[in-house]
T-cell receptor, first 111, second 114 residues
């Protein structure tokens, strides 16, 4: 079993809809949680970075962390065709710099 | 403000050969990590360099080695290439050897092994 599980999709939504993404993890040592966006043939781009349980909002993006359930989510409001990409969750323990990634969810926003 | 830059963009090698990939970190960053991303999968951590030393290593064989220079740039070397080494190799940089700083990625080097 992988340490971080993420549905590979693809997730297809109409423009303007809310995109809901999530990851589950098994390692209780993970303390820092990130969401990255990756376009084809590009590197991952950091979207959200959180530490504690709860919500964090940045523009159209909201990240949620529930450490008790080992579950994190990313919501994208008012989705645009330019949001079509692969979304990767990543997490890290308190010690060390190693990021552990989910496999990524491919999202397609249709005009 | 220059981000993380990697070279070359693409590389084609044959089995058994050796390859060197290069990374320049984002301005102000002094820590470099390398990741391997196979097609359709998430990146896998190879190792991290800080103060010119390997500080942490993932589950990769000794064929994978690295180096960090005084200007914080880094190289990834892979010896005795295998077909399974075909992947996107990503470099990420961050500030300080501190776990509360996010990592920023370059666009990677796509390595194909024939």
């Amino acid at each position: 079993q992988k340490e971080v599980e993420q549905d590979p999709g693809p997730l297809s939504v109409p423009e303007g809809a809310i995109v809901s993404l999530n990851c589950t993890y098994s390692n209780s040592a993970f303390q820092y949680f990130m969401w990255y966006r990756q376009y084809s043939r590009k590197g991952p781009e950091l979207l959200m970075y959180t530490y504690s349980s709860g919500n964090k909002e940045d523009g159209r993006f909201t990240a949620q962390v529930d450490k008790s359930s080992k579950y994190i989510s990313l919501f994208i409001r008012d989705s645009q065709p330019s949001d079509s990409a692969t979304y990767l969750c990543a997490m890290r323990a308190a010690a060390g710099n190693k990021l552990t990634f989910g496999g990524g969810t491919r999202v397609l926003v249709k005009p | 403000d220059a981000g993380v830059t990697q070279s070359p963009t693409h590389l084609i090698k044959t089995r058994g050969q050796q390859v060197t990939l290069r990374c320049s970190p984002k301005s102000g960053h002094d820590t470099v990590s390398w990741y391997q991303q196979a097609l359709g999968q998430g990146p896998q951590f190879i190792f991290q360099y800080y103060e010119e030393e390997e500080r942490q290593r993932g589950n990769f064989p000794d064929r994978f080695s690295g180096h960090q220079f005084p200007n914080y740039s880094s190289e990834l070397n892979v010896n005795a290439l295998l077909l399974g080494d075909s992947a996107l190799y990503l470099c990420a940089s961050s500030r300080g050897d501190s776990h509360n700083q996010p990592q920023h990625f370059g666009d990677g080097t796509r390595l194909s092994i024939l």
